[in-house]
């Protein structure tokens, strides 16, 4: 089984900025794309941003765009997402997921998940 490992996830301040990573062995992100994912408690899990591995091709939901990039390091077989401007909604634990697309039925692989809160 693919494992994925996030870290970068901590305490902020609104207006702050975070990054998280997501890292896995060998050429797993080389023939997958990755999506990052969030949950907040009692709400549904929501797209966040996706990236295709070979073309580097992004995409982010309408609540992050502007404020989020994500990006590649195909050597490192690590993603990651930059995170300015955040805001108290953005709090949620973010997940990192191998696949493709916006909708999380379409990602096979999970990591565990990095908690994000921003204080306002």
């Known amino acids: 089984q693919v494992q994925l490992v996030e870290s970068g996830g901590g305490l902020v301040q609104a207006g702050g900025s975070l990054r998280l990573s997501c890292a896995a062995a060998?050429?797993?992100?080389?023939?997958?794309?990755v999506g990052w994912f969030r949950q907040a408690p009692g709400k549904e899990r929501e797209f966040v941003a996706a990236i295709t591995w070979t073309a580097g091709s992004t995409s982010y939901a309408d609540s992050v765009k502007g404020r989020f990039t994500i990006s590649r390091d195909n050597a490192k077989n690590t993603v990651y997402l930059q995170m300015n401007s955040l805001k108290p909604e953005d709090t949620a634990v973010y997940t990192c997921?191998?696949?493709?697309?916006?909708?999380?039925?379409?990602?096979?692989?999970w990591g565990q998940g990095t908690q994000v809160t921003v204080s306002s």
């Open positions: 997921a191998v696949g493709a697309g916006r909708v999380d039925t379409y990602y096979d692989y």
């Open positions: 060998g050429r797993t992100f080389r023939t997958y794309g």
